[in-house]
């Protein structure tokens, strides 16, 4: 079944040149912090990308970031880079060494990030790298590097 549904979605993914017309896309984020994603675009150069990552009686963890693309190597729309900077809210158990799980509490921050988006189609296939720091309850900062799919409606 999962089979199936991963073939469906490469080939509607296929169907469209670029994400470029696309204004918003629902997608998974995995590494530092596994979650969903939802990203929007407000032109042809900014868009607005929230994370949620959760599990189960460990922690909870918001992400909004405000992110600028650059021109695609290609074409407009075409394998692109970009920044972000946004704000983070969680709440952990405190039972972990990472971010997200460290504190035994609510926790609020920022991060920076850069990336590199590969569209194919509906489908949008990224990388982030960056950097988030707390500043309550105390300051404390990791490095991250997280991939991203999402499909484009």
Known sequence: MIRAFLLFVLISGLTVSSY???TTG?????????GFTVKHWTNNINS??????????????VDLNYSWHFSGLIDKYTIFFYWSHGAFV??????GKSLSEKFPSWYTG??????VSVPIGNIDIAVESGGRSTVLP?????????GIIRYWF
């Open 48 to 61: 607005i990308d929230g994370t949620l990552s959760y599990t189960i009686k460990e922690f909870a963890f």
């Open 20 to 22: 470029g017309q696309r």
């Open 26 to 34: 629902v997608g998974a984020r995995w590494g530092t912090v596994n």
């Open 90 to 95: 969680g709440k952990s158990s405190g039972k």
């Open 110 to 115: 920022a991060s920076i990030r850069g990336g």
């Open 138 to 146: 105390k300051v404390f900062g990791e490095l991250f590097t997280e």
